[in-house]
């Protein structure tokens, strides 16, 4: 029986090691940390016959090596251990990629991006829904990829968020359309340059059949036609400032949508705030179009579209003060466009772990718009000297979200604000699992607060 070990006790990491499992495979999975959570995953997938070792780092050297190596999304590429694997000759790859070899006979369209990629994906799926297709979100959102390979219906589209690190490790996706939302720097810890961090997601674009970009933002705009000669672009600002063939891009003119030279609906049928979002809902309409799908089906997914948990939700509006929950705003660009979507003044919760960027915009953001900026996690420190440098100094390190939410509530009141916003401008992973879990906290408390 080939052996195969999994590193990551994820969502990805399980179904992965569930579906070689049912392919014939002697599975184990390894995970760094340890926790009553991950002991008790443990024991139930180890009922299942999938070993489970914690507080593990893959060994190689012993002579009972695996034949495959199956990594989850937050695994760095580079690591010694996959390295080493590689150089020893043991086939590496991520689960995006396994997922791949169960599911490539149904057509992907494979959504990346620094920033929009949620949204833009929950669009899509939405849309492809209305139509009458089972085609459920999955990679960064929803499902993880492998799990739709386990379900018993084999969907007709699979409508995947990948990352730089899906992508990275899964060489052979080859998706049917390919969809490219925005490119700022991000993940530069581990992707070294923006170069590096570029090709990668180019790789993915370029693989794929047809190719849907963003020709609003600023650097894919920059590479424009020179790299992307065929691409179906899109604009929110009309069809003069469309790069490419009007007839095969999406832009809006007067006030509507036009795809494919055709009117689809109003710009603003979309209910989220954010001018961000209409380029989002361009780019869904644009892959649905190519996919042949009808106008009808588009209209009647767009009207009822409830918008993203986690990105400019509004959880409640407590004395007539909004809290809206942005947590999936993990770096200086999100959080920017969170902060701008929001009618001032703003009480802002920003912190956590932070990453590298350029967050200059958002510095000015936040003078324009944030009465107080309560700080949280790790970052407090370093974004409280930012915030001194550039001579603002409504600021208190709070710490923890459960103080930011009551200190938020208390100073709303204050400031006549408008709304408490969690738009952190980090990753979460000092004080929470991942960013859902850090906005259903910020929602718990929120709501809590009528109780008081």
């Known amino acids: ?6 590193i990551g006790l994820g969502k990805s990491g399980i179904a992965a090691a569930k579906l070689l499992k049912r392919s014939g495979w002697l599975v184990t999975i390894g995970d760094a940390k340890s926790s009553a959570e991950l002991q008790r995953q443990q024991q139930e997938l180890a009922a299942q016959g999938i070993e489970v070792k914690l507080g593990y780092s893959l060994n190689l050297d012993s002579p009972d090596r695996p034949e495959l190596i199956v990594v989850s999304p937050g695994v760095p590429w580079d690591i010694p251990g996959l390295i080493q694997a590689r150089n020893l000759g043991i086939e590496t790859i991520g689960e995006f990629e396994l997922a791949w070899r169960n599911l490539q006979s149904r057509p992907w369209v494979a959504v990346t991006g620094t920033n929009g990629k949620t949204t833009t994906t929950a669009l899509i799926e ?3 829904q209305a139509a009458g297709f089972y085609a459920p979100a999955c990679g960064n959102i929803g499902y993880a990829v492998c799990e739709l390979a386990l379900g018993e219906k084999t969907p007709d589209w699979i409508i995947a968020e990948a990352s730089s690190y899906q992508i990275e490790s899964s060489p052979s996706v080859v998706p049917r359309i390919g969809v490219w939302t925005t490119f700022t720097p991000d993940h530069l810890s581990r992707h070294k340059t923006l170069e590096n961090y570029y090709q990668i997601k180019a790789g993915l674009l370029k693989k794929s059949q047809v190719q849907v970009i963003n ?4 650097y894919l705009r920059q590479v424009g036609i020179k790299d992307w000669p065929s691409a179906c672009w899109t604009s929110v600002q009309g069809k003069e400032k469309l790069l490419g063939d009007p007839q095969f891009g999406a832009y809006i003119e007067d006030g509507w949508i036009i795809s494919q030279g055709e009117s689809i609906l109003k710009a603003n049928a979309l209910q989220m705030v954010g001018a961000h979002n209409q380029q989002n809902l ?3 309409v644009a892959v649905a179009r190519l996919a042949g799908i009808e106008r009808e089906a588009i209209a009647q997914a767009i009207a009822t579209f ?4 986690h990105r400019l939700q509004k959880i409640c509006t407590w004395q007539g003060i909004d809290f809206i ?5 993990t770096n200086y660009d999100a959080a920017q466009v969170g902060l701008a979507s929001v009618n001032a003044p703003v009480i802002l919760i920003a912190g956590g772990e932070a990453k590298e960027g350029d967050d200059r915009l958002w510095l000015e953001t936040i003078q324009a718009k944030a009465a107080q900026v309560l700080l949280i996690g790790a970052a407090a420190e370093a974004f409280a000297n930012r915030l001194q440098q550039v001579g603002y100094t409504n600021y208190e390190i709070v710490e923890t979200m459960a103080k930011a939410v009551t200190r938020g509530a208390e100073l709303a009141q204050q400031y006549h604000a408008t709304a408490v916003l969690l738009s952190p401008a980090c990753a979460s992973f000092d004080q929470y699992q991942n960013f859902e879990q ?3 906290d910020f929602q718990q408390l929120s709501l809590n607060l009528g109780m008081i």
């Open 126 to 128: 939405a849309i492809f």
């Open 306 to 309: 409830p918008g993203v948990p």
């Open 282 to 284: 361009l780019m869904a």
């Open 325 to 329: 929950n942005d947590s999936k705003a």
């Open 1 to 6: 029986m080939p052996k195969a070990h999994i």
């Open 438 to 440: 850090r906005g259903e």
């Open 215 to 218: 020709g609003d933002d600023a």
